[in-house]
């Protein structure tokens, strides 16, 4: 019973660097996001997709970009890090009956 | 969504009931109070949610009072393990897909 799961844990990157978080749910909800929180802040989204070869953008969207090739798997990347993406990012599923969001358990990212 | 007033910390004893409440004097009809919470270094978690009949599950339980004006998440025998922020949110079914998390309440369980 996995949830939603991402990959890595931890990243410590360069700026400037390129890098790519991984999620992916087996629980086959359409909809799925990501959000970002600093230190002591709210959840903030980054981009969201309500299925497959679906996808916009939320609050903060500048820096990364999203694809959304299949069900499972939503992957966000990273194009050119920068020191203020140092974040702890987490990605969510919504059960489309409930509304309720299912989160993984975060890919902590520093950016030096 | 509609504004939540929750306050910003508590305590309970290991074992006994934690009773959380939310303020949402300005709940539409068509907004479903939810729970989440945030353990330290974990991500958001679901608890339950409810529209206007008390709710149970395996986590809760949810009160919702007849005019729908406030709540209380009711942990029934709370853990060491159930210290977090909980997090009232009120919202419709076709509000987008962004959560917007407040202060929340700060719970400390203690043995």
């Known amino acids: 019973n996995a949830g939603v799961t991402q990959t890595p844990k931890f990243q410590v990157l360069k700026t400037g660097q390129s890098m790519t978080l991984q999620c992916a749910q087996d629980m086959n909800h359409e909809y799925m996001s990501w959000y970002r929180q600093d230190p002591g802040m709210g959840l903030r989204l980054i981009h969201y997709s309500v299925g497959a070869g679906i996808t916009d953008q939320g609050e903060v969207p500048n820096g990364y970009n999203v694809s959304r090739s299949t069900t499972e798997d939503f992957p966000l990347r990273l194009l050119s890090a920068a020191p203020s993406q140092t974040s702890v990012y987490f990605c969510?599923?919504?059960?489309?009956?409930?509304?309720?969001?299912?989160f993984g358990d975060g890919t902590r990212l520093s950016i030096l | 969504d509609a504004k939540t007033t929750q306050p910003p910390s508590m305590d309970c004893a290991e074992g006994r009931a934690a009773n959380l409440p939310c303020n949402h004097s300005t709940i539409s009809g068509n907004e479903y109070v939810y729970w989440y919470r945030q353990i330290h270094s974990q991500g958001p978690q679901y608890i339950i949610h409810g529209l206007k009949n008390n709710e149970t599950n395996e986590m809760a339980s949810l009160i919702i009072t007849e005019d729908r004006k406030s709540s209380t998440l009711i942990l029934p025998h709370a853990t060491l393990r159930d210290t977090a922020v909980y997090y009232c949110?009120?919202?419709?079914?076709?509000?987008?897909?962004?959560?917007?998390f407040g202060g929340g309440t700060r719970l400390m369980v203690k043995p």
């Open positions: 949110i009120v919202r419709a079914h076709n509000a987008g897909n962004m959560l917007t």
């Open positions: 969510a599923s919504t059960d489309r009956a409930t509304r309720a969001q299912h």
